[in-house]
């Protein structure tokens, strides 16, 4: 069966810290996707990264990065020099191939402070 | 801004009664999606229509249901509403033109409140 773990429930950090969110998955299929979703407080669900399977290449996208570790099954979430703007919950995701409903994790609350 | 509409944003009414939440899908996506995110379940999928049709059913309850009109709009509806179903519902649309599951991008969610 498909599973998302996001173990941390919440962290807080002091600003400019880097900060990683963790992601751990599990599904039988050796075709998947992964996501990642920012929520901010204003409660929308915004896009911020698919993951093939096949593709384990490291990602950076400014102060954000993944690490796709498959070995581990792990999609890791780092941000760096966080800014109070990145305060939000974040969801990691997956998709078996030829399925297209999201399985979510619980999310992670990331604080922070000033 | 994803592109994805929904309204209403809010909905408070009482149990027994029933509801609609409209959604539309950004312009060219042919698959739309429901989900439901609570306090005590997190974020579930409910439902899948791809061009008018349902493709896949998740969680949902018998007395909720949804369709896919042909301008690729989308309703949920809710019935004999109880008080646990209270939550955020979110309409999420996708191209889903091939095999491969694609990027959903989601609209701001119908906060429902019953009393």
Redesign the interface.
Known sequence: AQKVTQAQTEISVVEKEDVTLDCVYETRDTTY?L?W?KQPPS?????LI?R?SFDEQNEISGRYSWNFQKSTSSFNFTITASQVVDSAVY?C?L??????????G??TKLIIKP | DSGVTQTPKHLITATGQRVTLRCSPRSGDLSVYWYQQSLDQGLQFLIQYYNGEERAKGNILERFSAQQFPDLHSELNLSSLELGDSALYFCASSVAAGGNPDTQYFGPGTRLTVL
């Open positions: 996707y996501f979703y409660g929308e669900l915004v896009f698919r093939n969801f995701a998709s078996d191939d030829g399925n297209y409903q999201l399985i979510w619980a999310g």
